[in-house]
């Protein structure tokens, strides 16, 4: 049984119907939700450009750190950087001893693909070739959405020649953006969002795309030569599914992918770390698989 926290926040989220609403209405729900948790001691924000993207910074105040963290966040391709992936970027950094990169990468309706994918690339090019971090000391994460954008731009800077980061770790992943995973009907009545249209965001940034196409979807691109994967999934999240077949189709095809299935959680929910003690182990293991 779940910690009496989790229970509460499962039932706070299954109560809230923000994400049913259009996006400007949820643009500004987000906008409007306080910094509950702020950056933490220690950890300096910085605001920059990085070859020709928006990026924030979390940097540790006392020293330069050699390794790096590229984080790239959710929201269906159409939200950007909110207080919340902002402070969770900020603990990221105070507990990996790593600087955290939070890309702001264009959205959609305004910017549909391949804008997102271009930034993505730009960023990590941009710590190879202008920060001068070694691959080997770059590691790539994210969360929901963010997790595509990740791996989408992984596959087209490894077919342009570009040396792969150390590893990458995601939290409850989105991998196909046409929605064939069998956990949208089995797990619809679990997760807590309630979600009408599990994608309808994201679908924006898709527009007259094939969704299937591994720059948008790279669950169905070709996942050799990639780095070593960790994947965090929730067993009441409709996204399951992708978790678990990018897991599959990674090892079949020689790579080395761990899934780790967190029992009666929900989607993202190692954003609830500071309430909720699954959370928080969750993000420890995050950490601890990134630090190693």
């Not at 959710?74 to 207080?83: A, E, I, K, Q, W």
């Not at 402070?87 to 507990?95: M, Q, R, V």
């Not at 948008?216 to 009441?236: C, D, M, R, T």
């Not at 409709?238 to 079949?252: C, H, W």
Request: net charge negative.
């Amino acid at each position: 049984m779940g910690s009496l926290q989790a229970s509460i926040t499962r039932a706070m989220i299954k109560k809230s119907d923000m994400w049913n609403h259009p996006l400007d209405e949820i643009r500004k729900t987000m906008e409007a939700i306080p910094d509950s948790e702020g950056i933490p001691e220690g950890i300096l924000q910085e605001f920059s450009i990085l070859n020709g993207v928006s990026i924030e910074m979390f940097r540790h105040a006392e020293k330069k750190h050699d390794k790096v963290m590229l984080y790239f966040h959710g929201g269906g391709f159409c939200l950007g950087v909110y207080p919340a992936n902002r402070a969770f970027a900020a603990t990221l950094a105070k507990e990996t001893g790593m600087d955290v990169v939070l890309p702001d990468y264009r959205l959609a309706p305004e910017h549909p693909f391949p804008a997102a994918l271009e930034d993505a690339i730009a960023v990590y090019k941009g710590l190879l070739h202008s920060e001068g971090y070694r691959a080997e000391d770059i590691v790539i994460a994210g969360d929901s959405s963010g997790c595509a954008l990740a791996l989408s731009a992984l596959m087209v800077l490894r077919r342009s020649g570009e040396p792969m980061p150390e590893r990458c770790a995601f939290i409850t992943p989105v991998f196909d953006l046409a929605g064939t995973g069998e956990s949208f009907r089995t797990k619809a009545a679990k997760d807590p969002f309630q979600l009408r249209d599990p994608l309808g965001i994201a679908k924006i940034y898709v527009g007259d795309n094939t969704p299937t196409m591994p720059e948008l979807s790279p669950l169905f691109g070709s996942l050799s030569g990639l780095p070593k994967i960790l994947i965090q999934a929730a067993e009441h999240d409709v996204f399951l599914s992708d978790a678990q077949r990018m897991t599959e189709r990674v090892n079949k095809m020689g790579g080395q992918a761990e899934l780790r299935l967190w029992k009666r959680m929900w989607h993202v929910f190692p954003m609830q770390h500071a309430f909720v003690p699954e959370a928080k182990q969750a993000l420890s293991e995050f950490c601890a698989y990134l630090r190693d």
